[in-house]
């Protein structure tokens, strides 16, 4: 009888998975946006990226080497899945320095203050993005305008608003979106990558090549996507049904800023998105309706960031509500 029972500490269940695989994953996926990104922006995008994953691996070694001087985890690929996902979050004439504090601020502050990967309780990349957004917002609101080659030297780029730009600028000046509209990309170069702003906002054709890919080798599950995904469009319809001129239609919400991007590759986060099934789905939702909520009414054009954080800072209450039931409870009456 004595070995029916085996007490141990946790994990209990045992995997091929590991936070390296995982990683690298991720990494992997985000190949086909950043080929993309390289392909529109040119050396700028490559140079961006470099300095991204640099400083923040750099980072992370300088904190565990020297101020935790704990075991080294640059090795896991954690900080460079945040250095490419800050690089994604920015525009690609960031001046170098701004890059650096952003990555100081990711991994330093949002990271490696909270004991390291696995105890953070807000997306690294994020706190990166908005600090820098709050801070250097000219810097910030600069996008470069795509262009279809791969220069062979850096160059000064013409700047000029994001498709979600023109729209909020548009509606409160009392336009119509189909005179917008008239303005813009049609949806087939907006999927393609034919618009301005950031690196990772480029493509949605690529993002989801990458979210099939973390589907396929189960780096993600279906809930929060979906959930995201649903509650963001569904919203969307519903405005555009209400009122066409004054809200967008979703297939144009779907196909520009960082909805892709947050929806397969910054909301998935698994250290600061709830644990739960039934959790991830009410952390979608949240994250949608937010994310449409400051589209639509926000003093930004685009709420993704913002959204996923704030649904970051819910998860220990959504995780709290939402419990599986503990093996051996016996439901009572």
């Known amino acids: 009888m004595d070995t029916l029972l085996t007490i141990s500490g946790s994990p209990h269940v045992h995997t091929s998975q590991s ?3 995982i990683m690298y994953t991720v990494f992997y996926a985000m190949l086909p946006a950043m080929l993309v990104s390289f392909y529109f922006f040119g050396l700028d995008a490559v140079r961006v990226m470099a300095i991204s994953i640099i400083a923040c691996v750099s980072v992370e070694y300088l904190i565990q080497k020297y101020l935790i001087k704990g075991d080294l985890t640059i090795n896991d690929g954690s900080a460079i899945v945040t250095g490419v996902l800050l690089a994604f979050n920015v525009p690609t004439n960031l001046p170098t320095f701004i890059i650096i504090i952003g990555a100081i601020v990711s991994i330093g502050i949002a990271k490696m203050a909270f004991g390291g990967i696995g105890k953070n309780p807000f997306n690294p990349a994020l706190v990166g993005r908005v600090f820098l957004l709050i801070s250097f917002p000219v810097q910030m609101t600069s996008w470069p305008i795509p262009k279809p080659n791969f220069p062979t030297a850096l160059v000064d780029v013409i700047t000029g608003p994001t498709p979600l730009g023109i729209l909020k600028e548009g509606v409160g000046a009392n336009q119509t979106v189909q005179q917008l509209m008239g303005e813009m990309p049609d949806f087939i170069d907006l999927l393609i990558g034919f618009q301005g702003g950031s690196m990772g906002e480029m493509s949605a054709i690529a993002l ?12 993600i599950t279906w809930h929060i996507p979906v959930a995201y995904l649903v509650s963001a469009i569904g919203f969307a319809t519903i405005m555009w049904a209400i009122d066409p001129t004054q809200y967008a239609n979703p297939l144009f919400h779907l196909a520009t800023g960082g909805l892709m991007l947050g929806i397969f590759f910054m909301a998935t986060d698994m250290v600061s998105s709830p644990m739960s099934s039934k959790g991830m789905i009410v952390y979608g939702i949240g994250c ?9 009414w926000g003093g930004y054009p685009e709420g993704v960031s913002f959204a996923i954080l704030i649904m970051n800072a819910a998860a220990p209450l959504i995780n709290n509500s ?12």
């Open 288 to 296: 949608g309706v937010i994310t449409m909520v400051i589209r639509f």
């Open 208 to 219: 989801l090549l990458g979210a099939v890919f973390m589907f396929f080798r189960k780096a």
């Open 322 to 333: 939402f419990k599986p039931k503990r093996f051996g409870v016996i439901k009572t009456t």
């Open 19 to 21: 936070v390296r695989k």
